[in-house]
């Protein structure tokens, strides 16, 4: 009995010390497996689908009372990902939506191309994404029912500009702390691509309102992430900077009802870019969630839930106003 014991004992310890030496060696490997294990239990499927020759990789969750739910399609932004959206994917599908949340072309488990992913490269491999995964459901006369569409930063550039250019495919338009307006950053441009601590603390900066000190094996992970996704991140950065696909001049002609969510201490984007937004899209609706940086929809996630959710189901649409959203950064 004491032999058996004593066995079981070592075989704790040695589980133990391994998950402790892959925890502390690639803490970003464990997280992720956290996330996409929640994601699991959730009922969120990960699923793979060819685009034109490229394999998209994307997150889906059905409503879970068996409806079909409408289509509710979600765009992460620059050097960001699917598992982004993870704090709502599981709720917005409680909701009743048909969410897809894909890892955009060079990004998360997608492939990652030889050429630059510029604004209208990653915009018509959504749209191909739309077509391909058959979330456009063909209504009685044969034509594509629209979905919603949501963005976030780069993703919301793509977001209206597609509903700019492919409007009968999108039905309302959600942007969180979206680009796609002229600004003068005021930041260098290689900040999406630290190479060192110091950086690395300058892009949390950027990022977040009150960023916390990573322990330094984390920050060490997180440096070697950022560098295997640099070569994408700082094209896709070097593209968006030619202004190619600038919305400045366009946003009067979207006509789709649409929310305006911004974290009001966004660094990075500062709200005002977002109160133009709002004031040259028609009818658009804004919020700001108070307290919340750029990472609003994972940080902050139950106002850009509620939000979000009030403004989807609203009938009729949501037209005009402003209102002030408390925040519950974590």
Not at 55 to 71: L, Q, S
Request: aromatic share 8%; glycine share 10%.
């Amino acid at each position: 009995m004491k032999a058996r014991l004593r066995l079981a004992g070592t075989v704790l310890l040695l589980f133990a010390l391994v998950a402790g030496c892959t925890f502390y060696w690639n803490p970003l490997w464990v997280n992720d497996r956290q996330i996409r294990y929640h994601l699991w239990r959730a009922g969120v499927r990960s699923e793979i689908v060819n685009v034109r020759g490229d394999r998209i990789h994307y997150f889906e969750a059905v409503p879970p009372d068996g409806t079909p739910g409408k289509p509710l399609l979600l765009l992460h932004g620059l050097g960001s990902r699917g598992e982004d959206w993870a704090p709502l994917i599981p709720s917005l599908a409680a909701a009743g939506f048909h969410v897809y949340a894909p890892d955009l072309l060079g990004y998360g488990r997608s492939d990652k191309p030889s050429f630059v992913c510029s604004i209208q490269v990653e915009e018509d491999v959504v749209l191909n994404f739309i077509q391909a995964t058959g979330m456009a459901r063909a209504d009685s006369a044969g034509r594509p029912a629209p979905i919603d569409l949501a963005g976030w930063s780069m993703g919301g550039w793509i977001a209206a500009k597609l509903a700019l250019d492919d409007p009968a495919f999108i039905d309302r338009l959600v942007l969180y702390d979206s680009a796609g307006l002229t600004i003068q950053p005021d930041f260098p441009r290689d900040a999406f691509v630290p190479t060192d601590s110091a950086g690395l603390a300058r892009l949390m900066a950027l990022l977040m309102p009150h960023p916390r000190t990573l322990p330094g094996f984390v920050a060490r992970a997180t440096l070697r992430r950022v560098k295997s996704n640099g070569r994408i991140v700082q094209q896709s950065m070097d593209s968006m900077d030619t202004g190619a696909g600038l919305l400045d001049t366009r946003l009067s002609e979207i006509r789709q009802p649409t929310l305006v969510m911004w974290g009001m201490a966004d660094i990075l984007i500062p709200p005002a870019v977002g109160e133009t937004m709002h004031r040259e899209i028609p009818k658009s609706v804004f919020e700001g969630i108070v307290g919340c940086g750029h990472l609003a929809p994972s940080q902050c996630p139950r106002p850009v839930l509620e939000g979000t959710i009030q403004f989807l189901e609203a009938d009729p649409p949501m037209q005009g106003g402003e209102q002030m959203l408390a925040g519950d950064a974590r």
